[in-house]
């Protein structure tokens, strides 16, 4: 690709290089820098991308992109703001992917990954080859593509993945937009055929600074979205559907005026269904997925395939078969007389939903362990204390992502908020805390492991270190085992 094509339709100060220069690569990461590549000199929030334009250029880099001059005289491409920039150079770098593509973004604090893997399992169904793109991957149907690296990707790797969906023939594409990425330019250029919004409780406020601010980056979202489709149960739900100019298409579980009502909610310990109720169409939904919670996602699910003309009974007959999404509710045998069950709550909200959704199938106690990621917002954890106090029977406190804190610092201060009558232990080593707990499990108890979800790894100091508690609930149990015996 030629420097000019790169930059076509790309605001610009000054371009000192050829425009004809030959671009075999776009990047913002130095170390893949590779001869004729375009380097993206941007600020991240740990590390400036101009303290690496040397190594770019040692490793064969053609031209920088930056606000600041770079010393030499190499190619340059002024950009007063790189990361602004970054979409729409990405866009032209891939042939403007998104084009042709009918995509269906998911924010909220909680529920993205499941909404999006509902909408999967609907578009399937209807004969729509689906692509994927969240917090467990980018993925081409059930074929993954990529590792996580972030919820949403960047918009380097974010066009990356829409050109290989196209080329692989998808026609959808479901993914997360998360409020970072919305405030930091990443789906920037897109136009999204449906915005949906799940709900909004506190997270991420070390970076949002308060929940006006949190609410306004979401909304975002809907500002490049066609149609938005908003939980109407939420206060941000309402307060979206008084500010936007697009068609908004709501869902509730007790307001008739939504466009989407559950009615007859019931929940099982390993199902949930429902009565969804539009104008014209009535369908009994049944989902093989446990959770108050589910029900709330699979409205948002089909509240969105109503938008794009599906017919509710062919949905909830495709839900019939939806597949759990791993870390969220996902079941591990045991081979016990107790269950075990584990989930990504790590937030104040979802883990009372999760406290409260599991308190009302379990036949005995139900046993929590759980801690709060380090080097994120602090107000939460005192709320997580006193959740698990009040909800659960038993908490074990311990590690989660720790990352630079001390996790006994992080302990304490979730422990500061416990004012209920659950039996309380702390143990920051996660993999004794998962022996301990299971230790203490009876007949009929429920174990709950909370806050690593899908996560193959515990991130402390600056290293990712393997933890997997699939393997670590198997490893306990063969040691008892193997104890007992």
Known sequence: MRLGDLLAGVPMSVICGDPDLEITELTTDSRKAEKGAA???????????GDYIQEALDRGAAVILSRRRPEGGVPWVMLSSPRAALPYLAANFYGHPADGLTLLGVTGTNGKTSVTYLLRTILEAAGHRTGLIGTTGAWVGHTPLAAPDRTTPEATELHRLLAEMKRLGCTHVVMEVSSHALLLHRTD???????????????????????????????????????AILNLDDGAGVWYRARLDCPCLTYSENKNEATLTGKYLRLFPDRVSFEAVTRGQIARVELPIPGSFTIYNAMAALTTGLELGLTLPEMAQSLRGAESVPGRMEPVETGEDFSVLIDYAHTPDALENLLLSTRRSAKGRLLLLFGCGGDRDRSKRPVMGAIASQLADIAVVTSDNPRGEDPETIIEEILSGADGDA??????????????ILDMARPGDLVLLAGKGHEHWQEQN???????????????????GTAAG
């Open 39 to 49: 380097f993206v000199a941007m600020k991240g929030c740990r590390a400036d991308g």
């Open 189 to 227: 250029g897109l136009i999204f055929r449906c915005g949906v919004f799940t709900n909004l409780t506190p997270e991420h406020l070390d970076f949002h600074r308060d929940m006006e601010h949190y609410r306004a980056a979401k909304e975002r979202l809907f500002r490049q979205s066609r149609a």
């Open 462 to 480: 600056g290293k990712f270190l393997r933890l997997d508690e699939r393997e670590e609930v198997a490893a306990a149990l063969r040691e008892r």
């Open 423 to 436: 039996v309380l232990y702390r143990e920051p080593d996660r993999r004794r805390a998962i022996r301990m």
